[in-house]
Each structure stands twice: as structure tokens, then as C-alpha cells.
């Protein structure tokens, strides 16, 4: 393989006109997911010891297995914020760049003169989905953003598009 032909490096020459890394928000930081698993557990530690005392000595089992499952569902949380979405415009190519949690990337090239940006609009909620359209074929981006973000992201993305079509303008001065 040559170096021309290595996919991971974009093509340096050419000028991005949109570059954006796409990352699922999570508001809960490791320590104040560690803070709270500690007010859980004691919570249910504290709650389980007075149903010890009252007899009801197998309700102790259930708070645990509750602090447990609070526990789980906050690392498989914050495993699946390890995704990213890369999109990248230049003037001769789009490329977006899926990384799932595990780190497998799936990547797309396309012409940006044959792509088009299409949407789900919910009358009530705004942008649902946005897809790039090449060939036939609608390729999902943009699901980690809410609504209002879906919105900024697509108007800088279609104004991306739109500078990628009108191709590179000559300026003899420089």
C-alpha cells in the first residue's frame, strides 16, 4: 500500500470547509457518578438494616440487588458514551466517520456534488433524524444531537454543501 492510497489521512491540499466531531452528551462526571453511587448504597444499606430489624431480612437482598442495578445501568451509560461521529467536507469529498463503543469505525466517502442532506421534522419536536442522501442510498448521522442542535448542525452542514458545490473560486493575487 502507498501512501496515496492510505484512507486514514485526509487529503492535506485541499481546504476543509466543515469539520465536526460528534460526541453523545453526558451530564453525570465520574465523580458525581461516584458520589452517587455512595448516597445510593448507603440509602440502601440504611433502609435494608431496618428491614432486617423488623424480620423482613430478604428485603435486604432487594435494596442491593436495586444498588446494583443502578450501578450497571450507569456504566453500560457511560460505555456507550465512548461513540463519536466524525464528518469532514472538502471541497472534492464528504467523509463521516461512525465509532461505535467498542472502537470499530465504519467510514463513508462521498462526492459532495451528489450528496444531499434530508430530514424528519416532527411539527411538535423539530428535526427527528437527518440522513445524507447519495446514489440512492440515506446514510444517519447527527443521532446523538437533540433537536434544536439537529437544526444548527444541518443549516451548517447544507451551508458546507452548498460551498463544496460552488467549487473553489481562483484568486490570482495570492
Not at 458520589?35 to 431480612?57: D, N, Q, R, T
Request: with cysteine.
Amino acid at each position: 500500500m502507498t501512501t496515496g492510497n492510505d484512507f486514514d489521512r485526509p487529503n492535506d491540499t485541499e481546504p476543509t470547509l466543515f469539520s465536526a466531531l460528534l460526541v453523545p452528551h453526558r451530564s453525570l462526571s465520574r465523580r458525581a457518578f461516584a458520589v452517587l453511587m455512595a448516597c445510593v448504597s448507603v440509602i440502601s444499606f440504611a433502609a435494608g438494616m431496618v428491614f432486617l430489624y423488623l424480620g423482613a431480612w430478604p428485603v435486604l437482598g432487594f435494596f442491593g440487588l436495586d444498588a446494583l442495578a443502578i450501578y450497571w445501568a450507569f456504566r453500560i451509560n457511560f460505555r456507550d458514551a465512548k461513540a463519536s461521529e466524525e464528518i469532514r467536507i472538502t471541497p472534492s469529498e464528504l467523509r463521516v466517520r461512525k465509532t461505535n463503543h467498542r472502537g470499530d469505525a465504519t467510514e463513508w466517502v462521498f462526492n459532495p456534488l451528489w450528496v444531499r442532506l434530508d430530514q424528519e421534522t416532527h411539527e411538535e419536536f423539530g428535526i427527528e433524524n437527518l440522513y445524507l442522501v447519495s446514489r440512492g442510498h440515506s446514510y444517519a448521522i447527527a443521532r446523538f444531537l437533540g433537536p434544536d442542535e439537529k437544526s444548527s448542525f444541518a443549516k451548517a452542514l447544507t451551508s458546507a454543501l452548498q460551498l463544496a458545490k460552488a467549487g473553489p473560486t481562483y484568486n490570482p493575487v495570492t
